[in-house]
């Protein structure tokens, strides 16, 4: 629930709590075959073979903790279904190695259990028939990979989700900020961002108002002073004990 502040104009009028224009790219169209072939820039196989994938790591999540997840509950397995809670933990061990091999993970799935190696197995089984990942097209600040299989991508907007027709003008627009001036005003970048109070005059006026109408995290509010300090810092948060809040 991000919290920041932004020095504008006196005189700058946008509308609260809608993101700004300049964060926003004006060029983008989805792919012309969203919702028919395309889904999120894959084809129907890579959507499936996701899915397959996550129903891995949720029964092995039910079966490491011994409790059936309500998600397993609704899967067409009729009166074979077994139930977690009853079968013995040599049973459910099985499994448990089972995807732990296919997640190259030797302990309990990560810090979340299973949960989050789904895309792991995806590439995982891709591999596992020669199909291999030579155009990883991942954001750099993001270590989920995504599907770069030639056969994966939508055969459209190759993994783009993004009208080709388009992709040269949206790649070319740059983002740009508010107005700048003397005015302090809070924004919120839970989003793109967008601001969340009037513009004042000066950071105090801004503190005394973000004390009675601001919230620091969920509902959670705080003191002008204690506002003016977080952000001069730029560290907008909530602390409860050693937990903090963003």
């Known amino acids: 629930m991000g919290r920041t502040l932004k020095r504008v104009a006196l005189d700058f009028k946008w509308p609260k709590d809608k993101v700004w224009k300049g964060y926003i ?6 792919c ?10 894959e084809n129907a ?3 499936y073979l996701a899915h397959l994938a996550n129903m891995f790591t949720v029964i092995a999540d039910s079966a490491n903790n011994g409790r059936t997840h309500p998600y397993c509950r609704t899967l067409p397995y009729g009166s074979h279904h077994p139930d977690w809670e009853l079968q013995p933990k040599e049973a459910r061990k099985k499994f448990v190695d089972l995807v732990k091999k ?3 993970d030797g302990n309990n799935g990560g810090p979340f259990g299973f949960s989050g190696s789904g895309h792991v197995i995806y590439f995982k089984l891709l591999e596992m028939i020669g199909i291999k990942n030579p155009d ?3 954001d750099p600040d993001d270590k989920t990979p995504k599907p770069a299989y030639e056969w994966g991508y939508c055969p459209v907007c190759k993994g783009e989700h993004m009208d080709p027709a388009v992709k040269e003008a949206y790649d070319a627009w740059q983002e740009f900020e508010p107005p700048a001036g ?10 793109e961002g967008s601001p969340i109070s009037p513009v004042f005059e000066t950071l105090d006026l801004l503190c005394a108002w973000a004390e009675k109408n601001a919230s620091t995290f969920a509902e959670n509010k705080t003191t002008a002073a204690q506002w003016k300090k977080m952000l001069q810092e730029d560290n907008v948060h909530h602390q409860e ?4 809040f963003i």
């Open 25 to 30: 790219n004006p060029h983008y169209k989805k």
């Open 32 to 41: 012309p075959e969203d919702g028919k072939t395309c889904f999120g820039g």
């Open 45 to 47: 196989a890579a959507v």
């Open 102 to 104: 296919l997640t190259d």
């Open 136 to 138: 990883d097209k991942s």
């Open 182 to 191: 003397p005015g302090f005003q809070l924004w919120e970048t839970t989003s």
């Open 241 to 244: 004990g050693n937990a903090i």
